[in-house]
Structures are given as structure tokens and as C-alpha cells.
């Protein structure tokens, strides 16, 4: 796969950076020169003025800060995003990336003031780009060591869990990443979600309840529900004792996948009387842990009595049992269907909230090419779904290598990073889409943005897509994408100020002001 001449690469020197670009050789080789953003991103506005955060799909900007001045009163420009603070939609729990056992063993092979550096500009709140939401596995993943759950050996009839314990993966690698995460961002919010349940807990199917010895494939055993619920509480426990907090969890990982390298096939049907267990422990141990259903494809992998898989899930436990509050909505990946799937979903239960919580990029969509992956993903990743409900959107790996990996054998041997890291010295990075795309958003969007609309005086462009957000701290933002082949100027008028943007040609910009 070869690299396109505006990919960026970063090499990491012992104690700074020096951001450079190279030549269309995936070797990670040959810099040449070009303008660069300050190694220090500063998200905050100055008075009376803007903050933008610009990136072109050729490469020209690549998260190029800029200001520009605010003006009083109402633009009348015929070009104008006019907002209506008084259209509030969801609240936004915020953007991030998988940390998975892959990701963290590449970044811990780096220099450590060279991979705090990255951090910090990633998820610092006043030097980086504030990214405040992870997702890791509970037990292994497609990027992980090895197979393995918490509990591979059953315990005693009593305690059948009670050889519970973290393997390296955790312990080595993704609980020192996420610690010192933590130290950048001590807000950032983690989800959890296993592959598989311990192997001893699955059956062939649930009628006969032949065992099933096997890492992919097979169904929870009935008779472990309340057994693998208490297994969920443990790991939860457990990382609270570490200093992890888990703020939510999805009861299994694309649950209608059998094919993955640890998985555990879990149609409605099966998911709904353990999702019902698992929120009724929580309830009983004290956790308020958020529990997010389905976690899987637009399209319900074509399984015909799979369709609106969390309405019906919904509907089979009902809202009025012990820990149902915790059950607050469903979770979506985008490997097949349509993003159209948010808003039938939303429409049918708008009570339940809605997350996007896995994308990927790699070989069979030109993960590495920029000039043909950042529109498309800014797009329908990153606008359509906060613009149809989402609260949170998370890609998959922020780091892999270049040769994607590490990885086991069944699942992705195609996948590229939200970053890729060059295993020769560690200390050569390479940007790809997803790094855009979630640090766009989390620049100017804040944990605990609403949301907002537009009046009917907005501009009507169908090149133009748009989303804006009332921060909490009262601050506004819009983020912009442009898929003409022309800039395209752009003012947004919040009713009190307006200030004119340059939205580049198949470009991106993220503003933030004061109102």
C-alpha cells in the first residue's frame, strides 16, 4: 500500500518533536519539508475572536490553527449558518479512540517524553485537542496478545469466578496507557465491551446446552447469566481498584458476529434476558455503570429477525425491573447498512440514547490515503452521527504499526491505526483519517455540549455539512466540512456575533467562540 505525498509523519526525538512529510513510500522515509501546526494546540479563544483548527484532504493544512474576529450583531450574508440556541438536541459524552493491547504496546515502545507529548496533545484540555472518551475490551480482542479471558478456569460450583484476574495485556500494557491518559485528562470516559464470555460459560446452542470449547462462536450458557453478570461487576471492581473508572459497558461486541477471532453470537433474544441480569447486578452492587445494547452493524448483519435489534430488546425486558434505569441505549459500528439506521432507531425510542462506537479504516477503503478518506469519514462518521443523536463517537486502534499489527490470526490483518507508528526505532509517525476526525471534533465540543439547531436562514449547500454545539462553558461551536473543489466562505452568526470562516476545498475547519 503506498503512501499519497500529503501524508504527515512525525519524528519523535528524545525529548521534542519535529514534524515533517515524506514521499508516498509506505517506509517511512525521505522527509521533505512542510508547514506545520504549533507542536502545542491551544483549543481556547482569545477575546473577541475565534479559534479554527483547519485540515485539507491534500494535506496543505493539517490541523492548522487559526483566528479569526468576531463582529457584533446579525449577519444578513446570503452564505450565513445562522444558529438557534433554543434547538437543543443530545448531549455529547464525547469523541475517542480504542485503546487496545496493540495500541498500547506501539506506544510504549516509543520514547516515553516522546509518547507523553503525544498524549498530551491528543487528550489535554489546554494543550492538545481534548479527546475525553476510550474504549478497550473486557478480555481480549482482535488486537490483542493472545485469547484469554479474566476466568479461563472455572472455580468451584459455589464461586465459579473465583479465579478471576487481569492477564499482562491489562496489567502491562493498557492500564499504564490509560493511567497516564489519565494524568493528561482526568474526565475521559471509558467503555468496555468483551469478545467472548470464558469459554467454560458457552454452549452450542441454548435448548440442548452442549458445551462449546471454543473461542469463537457458541452462546452463552442460560444457566451462567447472573454467573457472567457477576463477572462484568468483578472486572469493574477490579479496575477501580487500579484507578480505572468504567463509565459504561455493552454487553458483548458484535454480537452477531461468529467469525471474529474471539466472539460469542448473541441475537436479541439471548442478549435481552442477560442484559436484564447484568443491570439488575449492577443495580444490587452499587454500580451506576452505563449499559449500551447491541454494539454491532447499521444493517444487523442482514439477519432478518435481527432488524431493530435494540427496539426489540428493548420491548422484551421492558423499563420497569431492578436496574433498568442503567440499560440508556445501544451502540452501532458501521461495517454494513446505512447511518440512516440512527434516526429510525431514535425515532422508535428517543428516550434511549445513542453512541457510535467502532469504525475502522485499512486496505479495502484506502485507509492511508487521505485525499480519499477524510471527506467520507468527517462526513459519515464524524457529522452524521452527533447529527442524527449520537452522544459519543469512537474510532477503532489510535495506534498500530506499520504493518498493522500486532494482531492475532482471525481477526482484522488489514487494519490501519488512527496513527501508524513505523517499527523501525518507534520514533516515525504516520496520520491517517480517524486522528482527524476525532481531534476536529473534540477541539471545539466539549463533554457536556448540547447540540444545537439552525433557523431556516442557514445556507443550502449540498457540498456544505455542518454541526454546532453550545458548550458548557457557554462557548459556541460549529464544525464544517466542504466537499466542493472550491473554498467556500462561510459566516456563522450565533445572534449575538458573526465572524467569517474560509472553508477550504475538500476541507475540514473547527471553530469555537465566546458569545
Not at 449558518?81 to 493491547?101: L, M, S
Not at 475525553?132 to 476466568?151: K, Q, V, W
Not at 471509558?190 to 469459554?199: G, L, R, S, V
Amino acid at each position: 500500500m503506498k503512501y499519497h505525498n500529503h501524508k504527515i509523519m512525525m519524528f519523535i526525538c528524545a525529548t521534542a518533536f519535529s514534524v515533517t512529510a515524506c514521499s508516498n513510500s509506505n517506509s517511512f522515509s525521505d522527509p521533505i519539508d512542510f508547514e506545520t501546526p504549533s507542536e502545542v494546540p491551544n483549543p481556547i479563544p482569545t477575546q473577541g475572536t475565534a479559534k479554527t483548527f483547519t485540515t485539507t484532504a491534500d494535506g496543505t493544512y493539517s490541523l492548522a490553527e487559526g483566528e479569526t474576529k468576531l463582529f457584533d450583531g446579525v449577519s444578513m450574508a446570503p452564505t450565513t449558518i445562522e444558529i438557534d440556541k433554543n434547538k437543543k438536541f443530545q448531549t455529547i459524552d464525547g469523541f475517542g479512540y480504542a485503546i487496545t493491547y496493540s495500541s498500547c504496546y506501539n506506544l510504549m515502545q516509543m520514547n516515553p517524553e516522546a509518547r507523553l507529548a503525544l498524549l498530551k496533545r491528543i487528550y489535554s484540555t489546554t494543550e492538545g485537542y481534548g479527546v475525553s472518551y476510550a474504549r478497550i475490551s473486557l478480555g481480549c480482542n482482535d488486537f490483542s496478545s493472545t485469547e484469554y479471558t479474566y476466568c479461563d478456569k472455572k472455580g468451584s460450583e459455589n464461586d465459579p469466578i473465583s479465579n478471576f484476574e487481569l492477564y499482562s495485556d491489562e496489567n502491562n500494557y493498557v492500564i499504564p496507557i490509560l493511567k497516564e491518559i489519565l494524568s493528561i485528562n482526568p474526565s475521559l470516559k471509558i467503555i468496555a465491551a468483551p469478545w467472548t464470555c470464558p469459554k467454560w460459560m458457552k454452549v452450542a446452542d441454548i435448548d440442548t446446552k452442549t458445551p462449546k470449547d471454543s473461542w469463537t462462536d457458541g452462546h452463552l450458557n442460560p444457566d451462567y447469566r447472573e454467573t457472567y453478570a457477576k463477572y462484568f461487576v468483578k472486572f469493574i471492581n477490579v479496575m477501580k481498584e487500579k484507578g480505572i473508572n468504567i463509565y459504561a459497558v455493552s454487553p458483548q461486541n458484535e454480537p452477531l458476529n461468529k467469525a471474529n477471532c474471539a466472539s460469542l453470537y448473541m441475537p436479541w433474544q439471548e442478549e435481552a434476558p442477560f442484559v436484564k441480569a447484568l443491570a439488575t447486578e449492577f443495580k444490587r452492587s452499587g454500580l451506576t455503570t452505563k449499559i449500551y445494547v447491541f454494539d454491532h452493524n447499521y444493517n444487523y448483519d442482514n439477519i432478518a429477525d435481527q432488524e431493530d435489534y435494540p427496539i426489540k430488546l428493548y420491548n422484551a425486558i421492558g423499563d420497569n425491573f431492578e436496574g433498568s434505569e442503567l440499560v440508556v441505549g445501544a451502540a452501532y459500528h458501521d461495517y454494513g447498512g446505512n447511518n440512516s439506521e440512527l434516526t429510525d432507531i431514535h425515532n422508535q425510542r428517543p428516550d434511549k440514547e445513542l453512541i457510535f462506537s467502532e469504525t475502522s479504516i485499512g486496505t479495502w477503503n484506502n485507509g492511508r490515503d487521505l485525499s480519499k478518506r477524510l471527506m467520507a469519514d468527517m462526513k459519515n462518521v464524524a457529522l452524521a452521527t452527533v447529527n442524527q443523536n449520537c452522544k459519543a463517537v469512537l474510532v477503532w486502534n489510535l495506534m498500530l504499526d506499520n504493518k498493522m499489527g500486532p494482531n492475532l490470526d482471525g481477526g482484522c490483518q488489514t487494519c490501519y491505526g488512527a496513527i501508524d507508528i513505523n517499527q523501525n526505532g518507534y520514533n516515525q509517525l504516520s496520520y491517517n483519517s480517524h486522528y482527524y476526525i476525532i481531534n476536529h471534533m473534540a477541539s471545539v465540543v466539549a463533554p457536556g455540549a448540547v447540540r444545537i439547531g439552525t433557523t431556516s436562514r442557514t445556507i443550502n449547500d449540498s457540498k456544505i455539512t455542518h454541526a454546532e454545539f453550545l458548550n458548557p462553558d457557554g462557548s459556541l461551536a460549529a464544525v464544517i466540512i466542504n466537499e466542493g473543489d472550491e473554498t467556500k466562505s462561510i459566516n456563522l452568526s450565533d445572534g449575538i456575533h458573526n465572524f467569517t470562516c474560509n472553508v477550504p476545498a475538500n476541507g475540514v475547519i473547527s471553530c469555537k467562540w465566546n458569545k
